[in-house]
């Protein structure tokens, strides 16, 4: 489990905002390749609604390693795997490198599409969760 702190600011429906604190990422195994630690600003994410947690304050979210690895897997090995099948099929079928490129753009366009609806249809699987609340 990857963890880190953060602090409420807004309940909105079923979600809380959280604002995360690049600083407070520094102890996750992928802090070096995570953009949330590139940013000089806080990063703001939206969790399931906790028990008791009101906003400012001070709670501790967790998300599964696994996850990130899928996560990672969807948005950067997905359309680099279809852009390049797509294009190869569009030059080897029409022989021709504008077909290969329209083809290949396809395969992006797909991809994106792809990943909107696992998203959707994964709803919360893929958000950080609620550990605890710490107390300050």
Known sequence: ????????????????????????????????ECSLTQRQSAHIVEVPLFEN???????????EERKVLLLSVL?????SVMIISFALIGYFAFKSEFAA???GLFGVLLSLL?????DKTKKNSFKHKIKRLLND
């Open 1 to 32: 489990m990857t963890k880190t702190t953060g602090i409420i600011i807004d309940k909105k429906n079923d979600f809380l905002k959280v604002e995360i604190d690049g600083e407070s990422c520094s102890s996750c195994g992928n802090h070096n």
């Open 53 to 63: 947690a009101e906003i400012n304050s001070r709670i501790e979210l967790e998300i």
């Open 75 to 79: 948005f950067y090995l997905l359309p």
């Open 101 to 103: 490129a329209v083809l």
């Open 114 to 118: 792809l990943i909107f609806i696992i």
